[in-house]
């Protein structure tokens, strides 16, 4: 794979960090780069030179990618919301045929496994609407709380760094901590100088549950890698609806479905 290629897919997948309802852990799926992430970060001192200069390349694209999307995220959302979910269903949906052949390629699709991931991530968006009230509130008299509140939202991030399919961003939303994350990310170094004392526990959390979850994530691909795989099909395609936007008919709605079907294409082609 040319640098060129990993640092732009790097790009990718830290932008979609950035969005409710996708997940940089598909993105690395669908352009076949998840496998060799793991890989090097577990691999790291064994295989030095190529473990980093693969996650070097890759790191660094994922960060321009999650700090330039927070600067235009809001922007986005609030002047093209329909044209901007819709483009990242097209490319979420893109992928899920090579996922299909990586599957075929080490063995059959578990439907069971699909369906019933498939169903939990879709209950979960709708629960969270309706029925969940989490809030990490980060204005808190508490020192104890306060870091801990941190540390836990840190733990939560790292699902969906790590596990396919499941939005970190969307979790964020929930717990009600999204835009905190994202004002950090747009200003991470205003933030590592004013706020490094919120900081400090929230990337104590991402980085132990990253940690964890990763050596969890290889043993299991290796073991189960067609029943991870079928899961992950299910979390693709259950987080869908949490993208899907509530519109008229409307020409924004023309061209959103319009970007859908171009993304669809790019996806397919890029991942083929």
């Known amino acids: 794979m040319s640098f060129i290629r990993l640092f732009l897919i790097g790009i990718l997948i830290g932008t979609a960090m950035i969005v ?26 064994k295989d030095f030179k190529k473990s980093f200069s693969f996650l070097f390349i890759l790191g660094v694209g994922i960060l321009i990618g999650a700090i330039w999307f927070s600067n235009v995220m809001m922007f986005l ?27 075929k390629n080490n063995g059959k699709i578990n439907y069971v496994a699909l369906i019933v991931t498939f169903i939990f991530c879709l209950m979960f968006f709708i629960l969270s609407k309706n029925v969940f009230k989490i809030n990490f509130d980060v204005k808190t008299n508490s020192f104890f ?10 733990l939560i991030y790292s699902i969906g760094k790590v596990v396919p399919g499941v939005s970190g961003s969307f979790l964020l939303i929930i ?51 067609d029943l991870i795989y079928s899961m992950i099909i299910g979390f693709v395609l259950g987080s869908i609806p949490a993208l899907i936007p509530s519109v008229d008919l409307s020409f924004e709605l023309f061209l959103g479905m319009m970007m859908s079907f171009a993304s669809f294409i790019l996806s397919y082609k890029l991942t083929k």
């Open 20 to 45: 409710p309802g996708v997940s940089g852990g598909v993105i690395a799926v669908i352009f076949g780069v998840y496998n060799k992430m793991i890989y090097s970060l577990n691999n790291l001192f």
């Open 145 to 154: 709380i306060t870091n801990l509140n941190f540390v836990l939202a840190g």
């Open 175 to 225: 717990i009600g901590m999204y835009e905190y994350v994202l004002s950090v990310m747009a200003h991470p170094i205003k933030a590592g100088l004013l706020q490094i004392d919120k900081l400090i526990p929230f990337v104590i959390g991402l980085m132990f549950g990253v940690f964890v979850l990763l050596k969890i994530m290889d043993k299991l691909l290796k073991k189960k890698f």
């Open 77 to 103: 959302y609030e002047n093209h919301e329909v044209i901007t979910k819709f483009t990242f269903i097209g490319l979420i949906l893109g992928g899920v045929p090579f996922l299909i052949k990586e599957i």
